[in-house]
């Protein structure tokens, strides 16, 4: 067992953490974000030509033939910079279904994507500024236009629409095939939505952090405090286990192990909670200067509250969770012997 | 990243749990940190040694298999996972060993490294007293040098296996006029000598497993002084972290235990256990973010060879989710609840506690601010 990312794996980290320091900067976010397309449509191309769309895709279709764990960690970072481009939408979500044919387009930046799941009541991530979306409709996944009306999203820096009804579709899969493609689909969404909150609730931490060191009342900097300092603390140990869950998450849906789907939604439970959080507890830590519009501290919750939703209720998750477990409990009961080891991966 | 063990890690593992299965005696099983009874522990204990499984990571000079920190890691998760009981050379295990190991003379690496490994001789720790709590640095046990002795008086509190135990990793107050955390000294004490007396605490569990030490002008040679003069406090904190660190896994594993009798009491009344279910599952998804950043931070462990702060943030995260699942298995219980079972009464009451040893959860937090956060310190 060995928890340590590799040499390329931090150096992807830096470089998109440089990227994103650069041409995503904090101070630009409400310029970006509040006014026409919502995002910088520029960026995507120059994503396009990091390589940053084709991580986890084959070389033969034009990829870097890596995994699902390097796109975490892009997600991770795209997440600590706010960053209000489809690239959630389509590497976190929609990527498995993309046809062979259009990975091209999708690789080299001409064509983005989002999804509309069955649960997702009509509502499509980054509608406006997707090509096209996946759908899934009864027993079948298709392929549609992303049209639609915009819907005015609780997180300005990740806009909705609403999709519009269409004749005009390809069927992806049916049936068995299509079951289980939209179970994949689910299960990297939920991961991909746990790396986003470690990002956002990091960066938070760290601006909570920097002003409790700075700021003083009474005569002393209010981190001294413990009733300051101790949410803090539970906020970095939240953080600190989602982000391990994220992690593992991960790993297994890059390597297709047993426990995906289970550690997809520990990592989501973990990372969606801690984000709102962590979220709250810095927002208080500012007092007052934490509520104004011109402070970035409400674009993350905004994000936060948005990640908690858009992935559905942690307690639902965690409530199938549950059942799983204890029917696994009951199976093991059962048998006398001890329990087979399918080459699971949980810790 | 590789999350599964490797070949060779399985194999060892395959191994472990036959051994395990062979020769853990089922009155054992599920004794947590209890020493009754004592002649069992005892010879599972030394079974433990004489195979091999205790102090894998240590130079294999002083007897240890030289392994790496993941080996450690599986034997506990192993043994967690059988419900056996804790060894009873635990704190010489997890605690003395190391410190000796960065501190000790020649000699005192010789005589006291392998009899810890081969479950010859138990030790207990003289930390805490009743005035000097989370404050470690206030301890009033006095040593004072005589010649080529040092004669300790004082009194020590909440000391585990001190009934039991062989040696003392004793910190005294060398010289009261010294600036804090300068006068302190570091003793290896035996626990056999004249003037050393125990007395056991009842705790609210009804069992005594944690005791009082008095030392009456206890003559202790000064080669048995661990690291030089004054320099206590240091070698105390290396024996905190070391705690903490080894201790992770250790306490993963006796959540993983509450938490499979937990499932087991919802699969026999799953309509009982529905309302619950968000709950226990968030007991489970703690338990694998803990085991998992346990593993995290083994990464920095192989790297540096002392044990970072994290060993805090799994404690902390732990005593919460320990007595958080025991609330909720009671409420599964229903009206039987009310008995005692055994266990779940025990573990309610036991728990408490697991918020209070080994560092409170107040002092971890600050632990946490001061030193991985770059807070100001609070006092």
Redesign the interface.
Known sequence: ??????AE?QELREQARAFLDRRVPTADLARTVDSGDGWDVSSWGEIASLGWLGVSVEEADGGAGLSF?EEAILLEEFGRHLYPGPYLATIGMALPAVPGAQLGALVSGRMRWSTCMSDDAGLVANLQAVDRVVLEAGAELLVVEATGSPATSIDPSRRMGRLAPTVDREVLATGASARSLASAMRTRRLAALAAEAVGVAQQMLEWG?EH??EREQFG??I????AV??P???S??GI???R??T??AA??ISHD?VDRQR?A??AY??ASEAAVFTCERVIQVHGGMGFIWESPLHRYYKRALWIQNFGGP???H??W???D??????QT?LETA?PSDE?G??? | MELRDTEAEAEFRSRLRAWIAENLPPQLVGLGTRTEPLEPLRSWSRSLSQAGYVGLTWPSEFGGGGGAYALDAIVLEELARAQAPQHLGAIGIGMAGPTIMAYGTDSQKRRFLPRILSADEIWCQGFSEPGAGSDLASVRTRSERRGDHVVVSGQKVWSSYAHLADWCILVTLGDPMAPRYHGLNYLLVDMHSPGVEVRPLRQMTGDADFNEIFFTDVQVPAANLLGAEGEGWQVAMTTLLHERATLGFALTGLLDAALHRLLQLAAEDPAAAEPWLADIAREWIQLQGLKLTAQRSLGQLGVTGMPGPEGSVIKLGWSESTQRLTKLARTLLGPEAVLDDGFWHYQQLRSRANSIEAGTSEILRNIVAERVLGLPRSR
């Open positions: 067992m060995d928890f340590r990312f590799t794996q764990l952090l409790v060191r002393r900097k981190g001294s405090y413990q300092s101790h803090l603390v539970d970095y140990v600190e286990l989602a391990s869950l992690y593992w790993w297994c192990a550690a939604i520990a439970s973990a942690a307690r639902l965690r409530a969770l549950a059942r477990l204890i029917a696994g409990a009951a009961a001890t080459g991966s949980t810790p």
